[in-house]
């Protein structure tokens, strides 16, 4: 409603309807008889977050509606995805990132000449974009993948290496001990919060196939353990984090109701049941009802996902489960850095000095903070 209504304010326009398509990408359809949609691009792009900027912006004359009188979703047109000037991508680094492209916005086919926001890649794909072509000895950088958004310009700024070798498991002898908190999670546990174990995030979502428990059992064990935020230990006395080298705890309950008391009711244990100390730090709550249809809780604590994390979590979660269910042995990719890893920098930035310019001036809006609402421990959404 926002997008359309900023669209509306827009010259020429006298009306816009504004949706999400089946790809997960916005499009908006203003009625206009003559517009200049890349003006209207730039505009929106300057008034709204990246995320509500629509991907597609086609212009109708007029609005198709039903015998009714109401607008016809089903009838509005639909973005093309590639243009009709094709062109294959050439052997080498384009055609690596050709088919990455293919794989992470899940097309058929992708162009030399394609751009990559416009086919529904986002800064998060991106960053999966870079990871994988890192692997593959294409070394790409986020300014990089922003400024040149087709295979071909990217090509031209890549860097070639040879490809890096698949990492190997850790060995039980390699996990790391105690490590410090991060700043953030220091924060976290300096401030006062009535139940720490219970800072969670949540989805619950609707399944389209249904789900068998042990694979999917087998699943959230996979996931779990290529993750080792989500096998992080708090310890109390000194403040420290560890990961534990296994999660022994049942991560999946299941449920079978149609009785909404019942269903919250083991929504909200599974969620009382996370426990910083003793884990774990994410379970997961399988609900059948009579009518064969099936919903899935999955309650992580905001300590070792954040909302980036989802995206990342529940694509893995997919994966190992389709592994699973067809009896294939689980492959997942893991982390490509650890958090104690990423914990230890942020101190080793801070023993040197070279944050103490900025001091002053967070000390100013940390003084401020307490007259404003925060959603986060980090104070980030306010």
């Known amino acids: 409603g926002e997008i359309a209504q900023r669209i509306r304010a827009f010259d020429g326009v006298s009306d816009a309807h504004v949706q999400v398509d089946d790809n997960g990408q916005i499009v908006a359809y203003p009625l206009a008889t003559e517009l200049d949609t890349d003006a209207l691009g730039e505009t929106l792009a300057r008034q ?8 597609h912006i086609l212009p109708l004359a007029e609005f198709p509606l039903t015998p009714n009188g109401k607008l016809d979703r089903k009838a509005l047109p639909q973005p093309e995805r590639q243009g009709e000037d094709f062109a294959a991508p050439l052997a080498g680094v384009e055609t690596i990132l050709a088919e990455l492209w293919q794989s992470l916005l899940h097309l058929e086919r992708v162009g030399r000449h394609d751009n990559f926001f416009s086919l529904g890649g986002d800064s998060i794909i991106s960053l999966q974009v870079i990871a994988r072509a890192r692997k593959q000895g294409v070394k790409l950088t986020p300014k990089q993948l922003f400024e040149k958004q087709t295979i071909a310009e990217l090509a031209q700024v890549a860097e070639v290496h040879e490809a890096a070798a698949a990492p190997k498991p850790a060995a039980r002898g390699e996990v790391p001990q105690a490590f410090p908190l991060t700043p953030i999670q220091q924060r976290f546990f300096n401030q006062p919060v009535d139940d720490r174990n219970q800072w969670n ?18 699943a959230l064990a996979a996931v779990v353990q290529a993750h080792p935020a989500l096998r992080l230990r708090f310890d109390a006395d000194p403040r420290t984090q560890t990961y534990s080298r296994e999660e022994k705890a049942d991560l999946l309950w299941t449920l079978e109701t149609d009785d909404k008391q019942a269903l919250l009711s083991t929504f909200n244990d599974a969620q009382r049941s996370l426990d910083l100390s003793n884990g774990p730090l994410l379970r997961c709550v399988l609900v059948s009802q009579p009518d064969g249809r099936q919903q899935l809780l999955i309650a992580a604590h905001h300590l070792a996902v954040d909302g980036v994390s989802w995206r990342v979590l529940l694509e893995d979660l997919q994966r190992a489960y389709e592994h699973a269910a067809g009896g294939r042995a689980i492959e997942l990719e893991g982390e490509i850095g650890g958090l104690h890893d990423w914990a230890r920098y942020l101190h080793r930035n801070l023993a040197d000095g070279r944050l103490d310019g900025e001091l ?13 609402p925060c959603d986060n421990p980090d104070g980030t959404a306010r």
């Open 360 to 372: 002053a001036y967070w000390q100013r809006f940390s003084a401020e903070e307490s007259t404003l």
């Open 48 to 55: 709204l977050p990246d995320y509500m900027v629509p991907a």
């Open 201 to 218: 995030q949540a989805l619950r979502l609707g399944i389209r196939s249904p789900l068998e428990a042990e694979p999917l059992r087998k």
